[in-house]
C-alpha cells in the first residue's frame, strides 16, 4: 500500500497581532491508502488547522505535504485547487450546506462549480443518494431535513467526485448520540466498501474506534 498523505516537518505559526504563534510544530504523519485515521488531542492543540492544510484549504508555514506523493508547496494555484477539488472531499461540524439549494443541487455543486454538467452525473447521483438514504429527501432543502440528514447531504456532496480522501472535522460534534453512531457507521461503510482513506478530527474515544488508529496532538505536536 502507498502512502497518500505525507507530512514532513510541517510547521503552522499564526499572526495575532504582533505575536507569532507557533500552532504546529513539526508535524510528521504518513497515512496509507485505505486508512480510516482520527486526529485527536485538547480543543486548541491544533487538530483542524492539521485538517486545512492537508486538504490545502490553508497553507503551512514551512514543511512538506505530499497528496498521492505530489508536493503541494509546488504547485500552482490553479493546480492546486483543481487537486483539492477533485481528491479530497470535506465534511464540517455544521455541514455547510447552501440553504436555498435543494438536496441534490448541494450534492452536485461540486461539479457544478468545476463547469461540470449534472445531467451527466444521473446514475453517479442516485447510487449516492441511496449510499447515504436520502433518494427519497432529494427535492428537499435543508431546513427541511434533521441534523443527521444534513449531515448525510454533506457526505454525498464530499463523495460526489469520487475522492481518494474525505476529511472531516469532528462531523458528529453537532448530533445526538444515536444519529452520531449512524454517521460514524456511514464512513466505516464508504471506508471499507468504497476504499476511501478518512481522516476525522475528533475528541470523543467512541468515534476514534471507528477508525483504525488515531493522531494525537498535543500543544502542536504529535506525542
Ligand atoms: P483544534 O481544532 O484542535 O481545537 P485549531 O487547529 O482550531 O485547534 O487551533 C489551534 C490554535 O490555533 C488555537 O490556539 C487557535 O486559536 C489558533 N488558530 C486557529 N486558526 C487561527 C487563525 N486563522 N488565526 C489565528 N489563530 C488561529
Ligand atoms: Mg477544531
Redesign the pocket.
Known sequence: MGSIIETINLYKT?K?GSMD?E?LKDINVNIEKGEFVSIM?P???????LLYLIGSLDKPTSGSIRINGRELAGMKDKEESILRRRQIGFVFQFYNLIPNLTVEENILLPLTLDGKRPGKYKERLERILNDVGLTERRKHTPRELSGGQQQRVAIARALINDPDVILADEPIGNLDSKTGTEIMGLFKKINIEKGKTIVQ?THSMESANYGNRAINLKDGRVY
Open positions: 499564526f495575532l504563534v500552532v488531542g480543543s486548541g492543540s491544533g487538530k483542524s488547522t478530527v
